[in-house]
């Protein structure tokens, strides 16, 4: 990957120049203050072009100035107790819960996590015999490791899903299926 400055993609002569933001997010019922957003701004026309890598970024902004609202972990918070835990993102979703990205889409701020899991995860950062347990129920093994910490071990073996090569056109208009049922007349 390249670190050339872009070009507008607007008027197509100016190298744009990085720039931050603030934006506002209306949510549950009162206006938020979003910091520190990311653009490029455009010396010659005045755009403000926002690439998608830093529209991932900002999203994640946006999602943790909406955890923050609802009084959640934010991203960054979710990470520093997975990094105290001495545990992975996968390690976390097979103690936790949540499905083997869940951790993953959370730190990444693609998903919000549930109030009921936030407090799993305070619960387990404020206390080394909860985490313990947890980590038990899950079926994974302990070992004291280093500073008292103790390791999980687990072997984690992800099976690709296999797809059909063409896709199914047995669909018919109107059919019954188990998800969608009409009345039948008699």
Known sequence: MTDATPICPVCEEAELT?????????????????????????????????????????????????????????????????DRLGITQVQAAEIFGGGQNAFSKYVRGEVIQSKGMDRLLRLADADSKNFERLKDWAGLESRAGNEGREETQKRTTVVPLRRPSTPRTDYQPGAQTGWHREKRQA
């Not at 926002?50 to 529209?55: N, R």
């Open 18 to 82: 990085a720039s931050r933001y603030q934006g506002d997010l209306n949510y549950g019922g009162q206006t938020l203050e979003v910091g520190d957003l990311e653009c490029w701004d455009c010396p010659t026309c005045g755009a403000d072009a926002v690439f998608p890598d830093q529209a991932r970024r900002n999203h994640c902004r946006y999602q943790d100035v909406r955890r923050r609202a609802d009084g959640l972990l934010t991203s960054e918070q979710l990470t520093r107790i997975l």
